[in-house]
């Protein structure tokens, strides 16, 4: 078996595709599909596996998908992912909760939840305001 000096030398090193090309390259040599998947640690069903939507469509679509949703939050800035979701059904974009949120992640489009700030002294007061009596004192 001819194995070139440029490629990795293990396995660990090679993603998916890597190790179903080197698959296809020298599964000849070897002897058949099964025995050089083995060699790269692949599995067989990963290497019959076929893509239904490449890398550059699902792109295309998460892009397309995150300019609806910032349309529609140009007039609903505080509009979560469901009322979102109600929205984009409405303008006939056919899209899954899952998806909605899975895009909304990765393009950062959640909204930033403002906490409640909750006062617990008011120093402005008319009542008397003792001194601290423990301050100085010192435990035995």
């Given at each position: 078996m001819n194995i070139?000096?440029?490629e990795p030398s293990t396995t660990t090193e090679l993603s998916?595709?890597?190790k179903c090309e080197w698959v296809n390259r020298y599964h000849e040599a070897i002897g058949f599909e099964e025995k050089a998947a083995k060699?790269?640690?692949l599995s067989m069903s990963t290497y019959y596996s076929d893509p239904k939507?490449?890398?550059?469509?699902?792109?295309?679509?998460?892009?397309?998908?995150r300019h609806h949703i910032e349309n529609i939050r140009v007039?609903?800035?505080k509009a979560g992912y469901r009322m979102l979701l109600n929205y984009l059904r409405r303008s006939d974009v056919n899209i899954s909760e899952y998806k909605l949120r899975k895009t909304?992640?990765?393009?950062?489009?959640?909204i930033k939840r403002r906490k409640k700030y909750?006062?617990?002294?008011?120093?402005n007061h008319g009542f008397p305001i003792y001194s601290?009596?423990?301050?100085?004192l010192k435990i035995k």
């Open positions: 070139k000096k440029n998916a595709r890597e060699v790269v640690e939507v490449s890398r550059a469509e699902t792109e295309e679509t998460e892009a397309d998908l007039t609903f800035p909304m992640q990765k393009f950062k489009l959640h909750i006062r617990t002294t008011n120093s601290n009596l423990i301050k100085d």
